[in-house]
Nanobody
């Protein structure tokens, strides 16, 4: 089974940029649609963006052009590039893999904390 490890989170100031990485090991990475989610304290989990096996991307309503999802199959890694960060972006960010076609994401990483100060 594939395992996922997120990295790149940290404490930044409003307006800064940050790139998160999600490295996969095991499985067949190129076969998986990959998603990013986030969860802020006391709030529901929120879809951030995803990328399909054919490199199509999908984004949550709040993104408004600030975030970009990409993948590098040679490195078995999916990225979330974030620009113009706002305090309301503060959350734990998770990546997830769809290992079964037509099913919800079923493999999740441990998450990486992003904190944006004003």
């Amino acid at each position: 089974q594939v395992q996922l490890v997120e990295s790149g989170g940290g404490l930044v100031q409003a307006g800064d940029s940050l790139r998160l990485s999600c490295a996969a090991s095991g499985g067949t990475f190129s076969n998986y649609t990959m998603d990013w989610f986030r969860r802020a304290p006391g709030k529901a989990r929120e879809f951030v963006g995803g990328i399909s096996r054919s490199d199509r991307t999908y984004y949550g309503e709040f993104v408004k052009g600030r975030f970009t999802v990409s993948r590098d199959n040679a490195k078995s890694t999916v990225y979330l590039q974030m620009h113009s960060l706002k305090p309301e972006d503060t959350a734990v960010y998770y990546c997830a893999a769809h290992t079964r076609v037509g099913a919800p994401a079923d493999v999740w990483g441990q998450g990486t904390q992003v904190t944006v100060s004003s």
